[in-house]
């Protein structure tokens, strides 16, 4: 009876009449009409559904307005509930679900929330770098930190100014952008900026694992100008570490 | 910047604390504050790393910590979640909670999760399920857990207790202590037509470990009154009268005020710290 009776409840706050009306018959009077009493639970989900969305999505929150993106959290919460009582790992696919015009600011604001929640990892200092014989440079194992991410395609610049909660990083390459980068940095800021072809290239061999030398190869072929700045710059910024150091 | 910590404090003492909301995280990392232990929701720090984490390490080196866990779902029919068991074991085993705590409610079912706190029907079957699932609950976390009084809203036709004896029968079956909610209990008596302070006088004194207080909202529906456990706002009058009422037949408890919407300016918050705390220290030695 016990699990019947949750199935029906679980269904009434996600908004299934049926289930509601299932809860409603089985409800004993109270101070109020426990018909209202019973939506104040779905009420409360909603709400705090659309707050755990607003706070991942808040450039996508301010740009649709209050009512705007309300309308749409409710949409999909009720087709995406949380699978975990792990709010900050909810609301993935609500990039999917806003207009086309605001999905790239949609990817940006989820590739932040989740930088911000990200493993901490020992991030390879320039120091440490120095350190390592320059024979054994070419086949280093480093990965990007689990902060980052990286959106090819995306143009952070318009989306910047609606996250003063970023750390501001000024964009240290001079090619064209052809993407976006984001990361916690070892302040525990989450910093974002916009990359070129080279460097995306770059991160993005390291992250399938490639060793440093052939990411650099693949970097330079695809117009990477400076390997030696773009280095220093992900160095810098805490955005590389050696593969043991890796958090598991 | 604080200095280095030089022990961490373990046992969460006879006193008035605070929920640590992220609004008031600069203020602890800043300076000193006059509060004697904290308490933080669990589910708010399962995450791989970041900022968090971090800054209640260093907070908790120097105040006594309680963890309050939201999503246990301790009458969830199907069980309680191994994995979220797991998780929150991981947090414990690391900062070292002198209390840990949920709820009388639900929240998931299959995969499916709601983040409210649900109620069930007390009655037989479902004692069955949460003495069960608190059994469950303290192997797999290790601890001792106080299940707290939720704010209830509604009535079930299949209700066949009322929540102290429900409470009483599940401290008697699991050795799980409580934590009275006076606010959820002054709120839940209202909404369902209940003396609270008559049910509060048969609560199980001796398992009760710790006392939650905070603010309700009032709700017009229709011609009656809804009292809506919002935390956001100051305790009322007639639950700081209940709390005196439970210091007087229960006892002094490590007592904690929540405010978590529309969260003010630290020293409000502090400020119904103290109140309790006077309160607790009229009521015996602390």
């Known amino acids: 009876m016990l699990k019947q009776l949750q199935q029906a409840m679980l269904g009434a706050v996600y908004g299934d009449a049926a289930g509601f009306a299932r809860v409603a018959a089985g409800l004993a009077p109270a101070t109020v009409d426990p018909v209202r009493a019973l939506y104040l639970h779905t009420a409360t989900v909603t709400a705090?559904?659309?707050?755990?969305?607003?706070?991942?999505?808040?450039?996508?929150?301010?740009?649709?307005?209050?009512?705007?993106?309300?309308?749409?959290?409710?949409?999909?919460?009720?087709?995406?509930?949380?699978?975990?009582?792990?709010?900050?790992?909810?609301?993935?696919g609500f990039a999917e679900l806003v207009p086309p015009a605001l999905q790239g600011m949609a990817r940006l604001?989820?590739?932040?929330?989740?930088?911000?929640?990200?493993?901490?990892?020992?991030?390879?200092?320039?120091?440490?770098?120095?350190?390592?014989?320059?024979?054994?440079?070419?086949?280093?194992?480093?990965?990007?930190?689990?902060?980052?991410?990286?959106?090819?395609?995306?143009?952070?610049?318009?989306?910047?100014?609606?996250?003063?909660d970023l750390a501001v990083v000024i964009n240290p390459f001079e090619s064209p952008p052809a993407g976006a980068l984001i990361w916690r940095g070892t302040d525990l800021r989450v910093a974002a900026c916009p990359v070129d072809g080279g460097v995306l290239t770059l991160l993005t061999g390291l992250a399938a694992g490639q060793g440093l030398l052939a990411a650099a190869e693949s970097a330079l072929a695809a117009g990477l100008l400076d390997l030696p700045a773009a280095l220093a710059f992900l160095l810098n910024q805490g955005l590389l570490t050696r593969t043991e150091d890796a958090a598991p | 910047m604080r200095p280095a910590p030089s022990h961490r404090p373990e046992?969460?003492?006879?006193?008035?604390?605070?929920?640590?909301?992220?609004?008031?995280?600069?203020?602890?990392?800043?300076?000193?504050?006059?509060?004697?232990?904290?308490?933080?929701?669990?589910?708010?720090?399962?995450?791989?790393?970041?900022?968090?984490?971090?800054?209640?390490?260093?907070?908790?080196?120097?105040?006594?910590?309680?963890?309050?866990?939201?999503?246990?779902?301790?009458?969830?029919?199907?069980?309680?979640?191994?994995?979220?068991?797991?998780?929150?074991?991981?947090?414990?085993?690391?900062?070292?909670?002198?209390?840990i705590s949920d709820h009388l409610a639900w929240c998931g079912v299959e995969g499916m999760h709601a983040p409210d706190l649900l109620p069930l029907p007390l009655n037989g079957e479902s004692l069955e399920v949460v003495a069960r699932n608190v059994e469950r609950a303290q192997e797999g976390l290790g601890r001792r857990?106080?299940?707290?009084?939720?704010?209830?809203?509604?009535?079930?036709?299949?209700?066949?207790?009322d929540e102290a004896d429900f409470l009483a029968a599940l401290v008697a079956r699991t050795g799980c202590g409580l934590l009275l909610d006076i606010n959820n209990l002054y709120v839940s008596c209202q909404n369902r037509g209940l003396d609270a302070a008559s049910l509060l006088a048969r609560f199980?004194?001796?398992?009760?470990?710790?006392?939650?207080?905070?603010?309700?909202?009032?709700?017009?529906?229709?011609?009656?009154?809804?009292?809506?456990?919002?935390?956001?706002?100051?305790?009322?009058?007639?639950?700081?009268?209940?709390?005196?009422?439970?210091?007087?037949?229960?006892?002094?408890?490590?007592?904690?005020?929540?405010?978590?919407?529309?969260?003010?300016?630290?020293?409000?918050?502090?400020?119904?710290?103290?109140?309790?705390?006077?309160?607790?220290?009229?009521?015996?030695?602390?």
């Open chain 2, 11 to 99: 046992a969460v003492p006879l006193a008035a604390g605070i929920g640590l909301r992220h609004a008031h995280v600069l203020d602890f990392l800043t300076a000193p504050q006059e509060v004697s232990w904290l308490e933080v929701h669990s589910e708010n720090y399962l995450c791989a790393g970041g900022p968090r984490l971090a800054q209640l390490e260093r907070i908790r080196a120097d105040y006594p910590l309680s963890c309050h866990s939201v999503a246990l779902s301790l009458g969830a029919a199907e069980g309680v979640s191994r994995d979220h068991l797991a998780r929150l074991r991981i947090l414990y085993d690391r900062f070292q909670p002198g209390l």
């Open chain 1, 109 to 164: 604001d989820w590739s932040a929330h989740r930088a911000y929640f990200a493993a901490d990892a020992q991030a390879l200092s320039p120091a440490a770098l120095a350190l390592i014989p320059p024979d054994r440079l070419g086949g280093l194992d480093l990965r990007p930190v689990p902060s980052v991410s990286l959106l090819a395609g995306v143009d952070p610049d318009p989306w910047l100014p609606l996250r003063p």
């Open chain 2, 145 to 161: 857990l106080l299940v707290e009084n939720p704010s209830l809203y509604l009535r079930f036709q299949a209700d066949e207790m």
């Open chain 2, 204 to 286: 199980p004194a001796a398992a009760v470990g710790q006392y939650h207080l905070a603010g309700h909202a009032r709700v017009m529906v229709e011609e009656a009154v809804l009292l809506v456990d919002d935390h956001g706002s100051p305790v009322s009058d007639p639950v700081w009268a209940l709390y005196a009422q439970a210091l007087r037949l229960i006892g002094p408890r490590p007592t904690l005020v929540e405010w978590d919407t529309d969260v003010p300016p630290l020293p409000v918050l502090l400020g119904e710290a103290a109140q309790a705390q006077a309160l607790l220290e009229e009521a015996g030695p602390c």
């Open chain 1, 48 to 92: 705090a559904l659309t707050g755990v969305l607003a706070q991942a999505y808040p450039a996508v929150h301010a740009e649709m307005g209050e009512a705007g993106f309300a309308t749409l959290a409710t949409r999909f919460l009720r087709e995406q509930p949380p699978a975990l009582p792990v709010l900050s790992a909810y609301g993935a």
